[in-house]
């Protein structure tokens, strides 16, 4: 029972401390910085999926390549159908595409808040099995794996931050929101502790989900997004922050390893 208790207590001080250094970082940013802030959200959203998390998932499942593949297709479909979905319920019978472009427009940056929010939370609860798994190993590897957790998440939440602030949402709200899906980590934890066998198992396909949900976001609704801001932000301040958020994880990663 002491292991599970440490283990809650990780998850817990791993996501709130992130959370909170995430949090600072975009109350202090300025308005307009947040905006361009989305170039860095892009970047960091690319390389989590890509440099981070595939990665580890064929790591758990050598051989399974085919079946990751497509779990994480079926996740970008599936977030493309949460998208629309969204979408449709902002619109009306009879709607002209040039009188409601703008509801359009919010409504697909809410369905990137969700989106984001659920993929955060797969990310976070896999965290939270991972943790279980290092502390039933060796107590203090779990405590390496916390500080590594910890500080691997902060730029992701700082982005999901930028992302929900630009989806309209108030500081506030964005902020308990990522404290809410910060909680799946201790969900993971617990189910990590009680079975750890059967969710080593679906492991690399949780993993997969999560990527598939931060490469859709990146790709369909980030990217867009600087297109249209390209002359109010400006393509060396966007590329520059969107390299930052690239390198952000694999330095991070390098530097814990």
């Not at 970082?25 to 308005?31: E, G, H």
């Not at 959200?41 to 390549?65: N, Q, R, V, W, Y």
């Not at 998440?153 to 308990?176: C, I, M, S, T």
Request: proline share 4%; net charge negative.
């Amino acid at each position: 029972m002491n292991s599970l208790l440490n283990i809650v207590l990780a998850c817990l001080f791993s996501g709130l401390v992130s959370l909170l250094l995430a949090g600072w970082l975009a109350f202090k940013l300025p308005t307009n910085v947040v905006g361009r802030m989305v170039a860095f959200a892009a970047g960091t959203m690319l390389a989590a999926a890509l440099l981070d998390i595939l990665p580890e998932a064929f790591s758990l499942a050598p051989g399974h390549a085919e079946s990751l593949f497509a779990t994480v297709l079926a996740a970008l479909v599936g977030f493309y159908l949460l998208e629309r979905g969204a979408l449709w319920r902002h619109s009306h019978p009879g709607d002209d595409d040039h009188g409601h472009s703008h509801h359009s427009h919010h409504a697909s940056q809410q369905g990137v808040a969700w989106a984001v929010l659920v993929g955060d939370g797969v990310h976070n609860f896999v965290d939270g099995v991972l943790l279980a798994a290092a502390f039933l190993a060796d107590p203090w590897v779990g405590v390496t794996a916390t500080l590594a957790v910890m500080a691997h998440e902060v730029p992701q939440e700082l982005g999901d931050f930028v992302l929900l602030l630009q989806a309209g949402w108030n500081k506030r709200l964005a902020l308990l929101a990522n404290a809410a899906s910060c909680l799946t980590s201790v969900l993971g934890g617990v189910v990590g502790w009680y079975a750890l066998d059967g969710a080593h198992g679906a492991l690399p396909y949780a993993l997969a989900v999560a990527a598939g949900s931060f490469l859709y976001i990146a790709v369909a609704d980030l990217m867009p997004l600087l297109h249209q801001r390209r002359r109010i932000d400006g393509f060396l301040p966007q590329s520059a922050l969107m390299a930052a958020g690239l390198l952000s994880i694999p330095l991070v990663g390098h530097w814990l390893h």
